[in-house]
Nanobody, 120 residues
Framework: QVQLVESGGGLVEAGGSLRLSCVAS????????MGWYRQGPGTQRELVGT???????KYTDSVKGRFTISRDNTKRAVYLQMNSLKPEDTAVYYC??????????????WGKGTLVTVSS
């Protein structure tokens, strides 16, 4: 079974930093694009950013300059470094990955989400 496991969520004060990790495990042949999404109180889930297998990144405008996505293909991990956090960043953060399993089936997998709370 392919699984994404997230860690690093928690409570942080405005202006602070937090680093989220997401590690993929299971019968994986390859991992292509990975991404981070979030859903705040009373809002729809939105894309935070993505990283391709080669490490190229894209971000939504609201986090540009503050958040950084990176990946470690050896560890099958994607990270979200969040700096200069604002209360409006409070949300459940989800990682996902476009993964090809050992049966050559491509599927987008999602983590269960981790809560990030930014206090004012």
């Amino acid at each position: 079974q392919v699984q994404l496991v997230e860690s690093g969520g928690g409570l942080v004060e405005a202006g602070g930093s937090l680093r989220l990790s997401c590690v993929a495990s299971g019968s994986i042949l390859s991992i292509n694009t990975m991404g981070w999404y979030r859903q705040g109180p009373g809002t729809q889930r939105e894309l935070v950013g993505t990283t391709t297998s080669g490490g190229s990144t894209k971000y939504t405008d609201s986090v540009k300059g503050r958040f950084t996505i990176s990946r470690d293909n050896t560890k099958r991990a994607v990270y979200l470094q969040m700096n200069s956090l604002k209360p409006e960043d409070t949300a459940v953060y989800y990682c996902n990955g476009e993964i090809v399993d050992t049966h050559f089936i491509r599927t987008t997998y999602w983590g269960k989400g981790t809560l990030v709370t930014v206090s004012s």
